[in-house]
Nanobody
Framework: QVQLVESGGGLVQPGGSLRLSCAAS?????MGWYRQAPGKQRELVAA???????NYADSVKGRFTISRDNAKNTVYLQMNSLKPEDTAVYYC????????WGQGTQVTVSS
C-alpha cells in the first residue's frame, strides 16, 4: 500500500501563503487534498486527476492551486490569501475514494 506523508504546514498570518507537499512511496493517480477543522467534518479542498485536470471547493477557488510532479510521486497545494477559516489539519489521499489516512499537517491562520 502506498504511504503518504504530508508536510509544509505551519502558522501564518491572514493573507499569507503556504505550500503543502504530499510525498508518496509509490505511483499516484487521482489525488486530493482534504482538511478537517476542529469540530467539523473532513472535506475535500482540491483534487487532481492523473492527466492534470483539477477541481476545487468553492471556498478555495482562486486562492489554492493543486499540482503534481509524477516523477517525484508528489502532490502540492499552494495556498494563497489564507483566511482564519482555512485553519485545519490538511491531509492528502487518493481521490475520490480515500484510503488509509496519514497524520496530516496543521495549518493555522491567525494574527
Amino acid at each position: 500500500q502506498v504511504q503518504l506523508v504530508e508536510s509544509g504546514g505551519g502558522l501564518v498570518q491572514p493573507g499569507g501563503s503556504l505550500r503543502l507537499s504530499c510525498a508518496a512511496s509509490g505511483s499516484i493517480f487521482s489525488m486530493g487534498w482534504y482538511r478537517q477543522a476542529p469540530g467539523k467534518q473532513r472535506e475535500l479542498v482540491a483534487a487532481i486527476g492523473s492527466g492534470g485536470n483539477t477541481n476545487y471547493a468553492d471556498s478555495v477557488k482562486g486562492r489554492f492551486t493543486i499540482s503534481r510532479d509524477n516523477a517525484k510521486n508528489t502532490v502540492y497545494l499552494q495556498m494563497n490569501s489564507l483566511k482564519p477559516e482555512d485553519t485545519a489539519v490538511y491531509y492528502c489521499n487518493t481521490y475520490p475514494l480515500p484510503l488509509l489516512w496519514g497524520q496530516g499537517t496543521q495549518v493555522t491562520v491567525s494574527s
